[in-house]
C-alpha cells in the first residue's frame, strides 16, 4: 500500500463579509412515506387467559423467551441462561401480584407487565436474585392444623409444599394443611391413618395424582451422594421450574437445627449458584432453611433402603 506523503498546507481562504446563506429546507416526507391516516399497529395484548396445565412459571417462561428474542438475544449467547432466568423470575412475581397471589385456575384472566425490569447487576459484591419460587409462602410445617400435633405425613407434607411451590392449585384437596396432606396421603395409596410412613413411590403417585408430573430419579450415583447432590444442583441451573422431593436422615445433615433423627422427606426447593446452597424445605423446621452441598449429601447418606430417593417435580 502507498502511504501518501505530507500534505501541502493549503492557502488561506478570504472570510466573508456576509453571513452564510441558511441550508435549503428539508423536503417534505409524502402522503405515501407518512399517512397519518392510517390506524397504528395493534398493540401487544395486555392480558393473557390462563389453559389448563398453565402455571405462573410457563406464562413467565414464555414472556421471558419473547422478550429476549425482541432483545435479540438467542439461546446461543453467554449471557442468555441467566439473563431468561432472572426475568423469568422477576415476571413470575408481576403475574403473582396481578392475581392477587391466588392459585391459577383455567379461564383465569391475567393482566400481562407492560415490561419486565432489567435485572440488577450481580457481579462483584452485589446480592444475587432469590430462586424462583416463593419460599415462605410454600412452606408448612407438617403438624400445622393436626388436632393431635403428631403424625407420619412428612411425605405428603413435602410434596403439598412442592405443589405450592410450583404454582399448582391445591384448594382441591380440602380446607386446611393438614386435610390436604391427608388427602395427598389418599390419592398416593398410602390409606387414612396419619401415623403410617409413606414411601418415594406413594409420594410419586400423590404429586401426579394432584397435577404435577414427578418420577423417581434413577439412581445413577450408589452411595456418593454427592453424585446426587450434583444431580439436582445442574437440574436447577436448567433454569425450568422444578423441586425434588428427597427422602433422608435430617440429624445426618442438619442437626444443629434440632430436628429428628430416622427417615424423614423433604423438599429441596431451589439453587444459589452464588453460595453453592440449595433451599430445603424440611417440614419439621419453622420456615426454609439453606443447607450445603455437603449437608444434603450427608442428609441422604441415611442408611435405610428407602433413603437417597431423589423425586423430582415438574408442572404439569
Same mark, same amino acid.
Given at each position: 500500500?502507498?502511504?501518501?506523503?505530507?500534505? *501541502? +498546507?493549503? &492557502?488561506?481562504?478570504?472570510?466573508? /463579509?456576509?453571513? @452564510?446563506?441558511?441550508p #435549503?429546507?428539508?423536503?417534505? !416526507?409524502?402522503?405515501?412515506?407518512?399517512?397519518?391516516?392510517?390506524?397504528?399497529?395493534?398493540?401487544?395484548?395486555?392480558?393473557?387467559?390462563?389453559?389448563?396445565?398453565?402455571?405462573?412459571?410457563?406464562?413467565?417462561?414464555?414472556?421471558?423467551?419473547?422478550?429476549?428474542?425482541?432483545?435479540?438475544?438467542?439461546?446461543?449467547?453467554?449471557?442468555?441462561?441467566?439473563?431468561?432466568?432472572?426475568l423469568?423470575?422477576?415476571?413470575?412475581?408481576?403475574?403473582?401480584?396481578?392475581?392477587?397471589?391466588?392459585?391459577?385456575?383455567?379461564?383465569?384472566?391475567?393482566?400481562?407487565?407492560?415490561? *419486565? +425490569?432489567? &435485572?440488577?447487576?450481580?457481579?462483584? /459484591?452485589?446480592? @444475587?436474585l432469590?430462586p #424462583?419460587?416463593?419460599y415462605? !409462602?410454600?412452606?408448612?410445617?407438617?403438624?400445622?392444623?393436626?388436632?393431635?400435633?403428631?403424625?407420619?405425613?412428612?411425605?405428603?407434607?413435602?410434596?403439598?409444599?412442592?405443589?405450592r411451590?410450583?404454582?399448582?392449585?391445591?384448594?382441591?384437596?380440602?380446607?386446611?394443611?393438614?386435610?390436604?396432606a391427608?388427602?395427598?396421603?389418599a390419592?398416593?395409596?398410602?390409606g387414612?391413618v396419619?401415623?403410617?410412613?409413606?414411601?418415594?413411590?406413594q409420594?410419586?403417585?400423590?404429586?401426579?395424582?394432584?397435577?404435577?408430573?414427578?418420577a423417581?430419579?434413577?439412581?445413577?450415583?450408589?452411595?456418593?451422594?454427592l453424585?446426587?447432590?450434583?444431580?439436582?444442583?445442574?437440574?436447577?441451573?436448567?433454569?425450568?421450574?422444578?423441586?425434588?422431593?428427597c427422602?433422608?436422615?435430617?440429624?445426618?445433615?442438619?442437626?444443629?437445627?434440632?430436628?429428628?433423627?430416622?427417615?424423614?422427606?423433604?423438599?429441596?426447593?431451589?439453587?444459589?449458584?452464588?453460595?453453592?446452597?440449595?433451599?430445603?424445605?424440611?417440614?419439621?423446621?419453622?420456615?426454609?432453611?439453606?443447607?450445603?452441598?455437603?449437608?444434603l449429601?450427608?442428609?441422604?447418606?441415611?442408611?435405610?433402603?428407602?433413603?437417597?430417593?431423589?423425586?423430582?417435580?415438574?408442572?404439569?
Open positions: 500500500m502507498r502511504i501518501p506523503g505530507p500534505i *501541502a +498546507p493549503q &492557502p488561506q481562504l478570504p472570510v466573508p /463579509d456576509r453571513a @452564510p446563506l441558511p #435549503p429546507p428539508r423536503p417534505h !416526507a409524502t402522503r405515501d412515506a407518512w399517512d397519518d391516516s392510517r390506524p397504528p399497529p395493534p398493540p401487544p395484548p395486555a392480558t393473557v387467559t390462563v389453559a389448563p396445565g398453565d402455571s405462573y412459571y410457563r406464562i413467565a417462561q414464555n414472556l421471558a423467551t419473547a422478550q429476549l428474542a425482541a432483545e435479540g438475544l438467542s439461546p446461543g449467547d453467554p449471557s442468555y441462561s441467566a439473563r431468561w432466568h432472572e423469568s423470575y422477576s415476571l413470575v412475581l408481576q403475574l403473582q401480584a396481578s392475581n392477587g397471589n391466588r392459585p391459577l385456575h383455567p379461564g383465569d384472566v391475567l393482566t400481562l407487565p407492560g415490561s *419486565a +425490569p432489567v &435485572p440488577p447487576d450481580v457481579s462483584g /459484591d452485589a446480592q @444475587p432469590a #424462583p419460587g416463593d415462605d !409462602a410454600a412452606f408448612i410445617n407438617q403438624f400445622s392444623s393436626d388436632p393431635n400435633g403428631s403424625n407420619g405425613n412428612c411425605g405428603f407434607t413435602s410434596a403439598l409444599m412442592t405443589l411451590l410450583l404454582g399448582i392449585d391445591t384448594s382441591g384437596l380440602g380446607g386446611n394443611t393438614y386435610e390436604q391427608m388427602r395427598l396421603r390419592l398416593g395409596g398410602a387414612t396419619d401415623t403410617t410412613f409413606s414411601n418415594p413411590s409420594v410419586v403417585a400423590s404429586l401426579n395424582a394432584a397435577g404435577a408430573r414427578a423417581i430419579v434413577r439412581n445413577t450415583w450408589g452411595a456418593d451422594k453424585a446426587a447432590v450434583d444431580v439436582m444442583r445442574q437440574a436447577f441451573l436448567s433454569g425450568e421450574p422444578m423441586a425434588f422431593v427422602c433422608g436422615n435430617p440429624e445426618l445433615g442438619w442437626p444443629a437445627l434440632g430436628t429428628y433423627d430416622g427417615g424423614h422427606f423433604v423438599t429441596v426447593a431451589g439453587y444459589d449458584p452464588a453460595t453453592d446452597t440449595f433451599t430445603v424445605l424440611d417440614p419439621l423446621q419453622g420456615g426454609p432453611i439453606q443447607v450445603t452441598a455437603d449437608q449429601a450427608a442428609y441422604l447418606s441415611a442408611d435405610n433402603s428407602e433413603a437417597g430417593e431423589v423425586v423430582q417435580v415438574l408442572p404439569a
